[in-house]
């Protein structure tokens, strides 16, 4: 919900809620804390997935306007046009094994942790 560290406040929450997430003030009222945030993420996730399928109707309507247009025979697919970062493939990084105190040295460095 929020991408900086501080606490929502109340408002926020509302706005949130009865605002973005279109719930009735009872409904608002009636959650616990727990289910306020899964309705919150449950609707975020609802809006991610629309905003990519018409993101792919809108490259699918580019690939019909132009396929008239390309030399004969030579077919154009969606993905010629632009592949999305939803539907890149990602790599599984490589981890290397650490001694217990190397990593112990790279979260002290990584948290700020002094000893």
């Known amino acids: ?14 706005q949130v809620g009865m605002g973005q997430v279109g719930l009735s003030p009872s409904a608002f009222y009636g959650m616990t804390l727990d289910e306020f945030n899964n309705a919150v993420i449950g609707w975020n996730k609802h809006e991610e997935i629309t905003q990519q399928a018409e993101w792919e109707r809108t490259r699918w ?16 697919k969606p993905k010629d046009l632009a592949v999305f970062p939803w ?8 981890r290397q ?19």
């Open 1 to 14: 919900m929020n991408q900086q560290s501080e606490p929502l406040t109340w408002a926020q929450m509302q």
């Open 61 to 76: 309507l580019g690939v019909l306007m132009l396929q008239p247009h390309l030399k004969k025979g030579r077919k154009l």
């Open 87 to 94: 539907e890149k493939q990602v790599k599984p990084q490589q």
């Open 97 to 115: 094994r650490l001694t217990k105190q190397e990593l112990l040295d790279e979260i002290q460095m990584r948290d700020g942790w002094q000893s």
